[in-house]
């Protein structure tokens, strides 16, 4: 007998980030009923990311939910908790600001500082050596255990900001294949390229063949 659901799954995110739930709503699809920790009524707990890879970070998020939710009194194992790590790694600043993307330009630095410190620093570096990858990791917590797979983009830091969709460092991320920044690409064609997009259909792409999740004839490569 298949373990695989029929009805949308629960599925509660650990991010207050209004851009990133945005994305995954539109990633998951139908098969999952999403909800934000803010929209949980956890919009007050704040999880340090204090771990050194993305992997640990993804980890604590979706841990410090779990516990969140005990303390509440409520069953952490009857939804699934995700939670994503995101890093951009820079090949010529040997692959900073990597786990530190959020706070490159200082703690409480916004989207437009971290762009233009990383223009600065990079301001004497030729094109042949801008490449950069963002690399996003997911952490899955079911019935107590967490899981977690990686997505990749490859791509190169322009010089100066292009597009205005997006979030991050997105104006600045030119992927070749494409010509374009991933902030000239519409949400739909940035999701359908995007690291998080890869590391999330690799999440469901594993969970189908595991049969917890029925396939999304919809959402067929
Ligand atoms: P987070 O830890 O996953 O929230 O990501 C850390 C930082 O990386 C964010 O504050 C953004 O500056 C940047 N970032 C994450 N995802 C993206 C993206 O898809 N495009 C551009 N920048 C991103």
Same mark, same amino acid.
Request: hydrophobic share 35%; proline share 3%; with cysteine.
């Given at each position: 007998?298949?373990?695989?659901?029929?009805?949308?799954?629960?599925?509660?995110?650990?991010?207050?980030?209004?851009?990133?739930?945005?994305?995954?709503?539109?990633?998951?699809?139908?098969?999952?009923?999403?909800?934000?920790?803010?929209?949980?009524?956890?919009?007050?707990?704040?999880?340090?990311?204090?771990?050194?890879?993305?992997?640990?970070?993804? @980890?604590?998020?979706?841990?410090?939910?779990? @516990?969140?939710?005990?303390?509440?009194?409520?069953?952490?194992?009857?939804?699934?908790?995700?939670?994503?790590?995101?890093?951009?790694?820079?090949?010529?600043?040997?692959?900073?600001?990597?786990?530190?993307?959020?706070?490159?330009?200082?703690?409480?630095?916004?989207?437009?500082?971290?762009?233009?410190?990383?223009?600065?620093?990079?301001?004497?570096?030729?094109?042949?050596?801008?490449?950069?990858?963002?690399?996003?990791?997911?952490?899955?917590?079911?019935?107590?255990?967490?899981?977690?797979?990686?997505?990749?983009?490859?791509?190169?830091?322009?010089?100066?900001? @292009?597009?205005?969709?997006?979030?991050?460092?997105?104006?600045?991320?030119?992927?070749?294949?494409?010509?374009?920044?991933?902030?000239?690409?519409?949400?739909?064609?940035?999701?359908?390229?995007?690291?998080?997009? @890869?590391?999330?259909?690799?999440?469901?792409?594993?969970?189908?063949?595991?049969?917890?999740?029925?396939?999304?004839?919809?959402?067929?490569?």
């Amino acid at each position: 007998m298949s373990e695989s659901h029929t009805e949308p799954i629960h599925v509660l995110i650990s991010t207050g980030n209004p851009d990133k739930a945005h994305e995954l709503r539109a990633l998951l699809g139908d098969r999952f009923v999403v909800q934000t920790k803010n929209e949980a009524g956890f919009s007050d707990l704040i999880i340090d990311e204090t771990g050194s890879t993305l992997e640990e970070n993804a @980890r604590l998020k979706v841990v410090g939910l779990y @516990r969140a939710l005990l303390e509440e009194g409520k069953d952490p194992n009857a939804l699934w908790i995700l939670a994503d790590d995101t890093g951009l790694f820079v090949d010529a600043l040997d692959g900073r600001p990597g786990v530190y993307s959020a706070r490159y330009a200082g703690p409480g630095a916004t989207y437009a500082d971290n762009v233009h410190k990383l223009q600065k620093e990079m301001e004497a570096t030729p094109w042949q050596n801008r490449g950069a990858h963002f690399r996003t990791v997911i952490a899955l917590c079911r019935n107590g255990e967490t899981e977690t797979v990686e997505g990749i983009l490859e791509g190169r830091i322009l010089e100066q900001e @292009r597009g205005t969709n997006g979030f991050g460092y997105d104006p600045l991320f030119y992927v070749a294949e494409e010509g374009r920044t991933l902030a000239e690409m519409s949400d739909v064609e940035k999701n359908h390229i995007s690291h998080r997009s @890869r590391a999330y259909r690799a999440l469901l792409k594993k969970l189908e063949e595991e049969g917890a999740l029925v396939k999304d004839d919809d959402n067929e490569e």
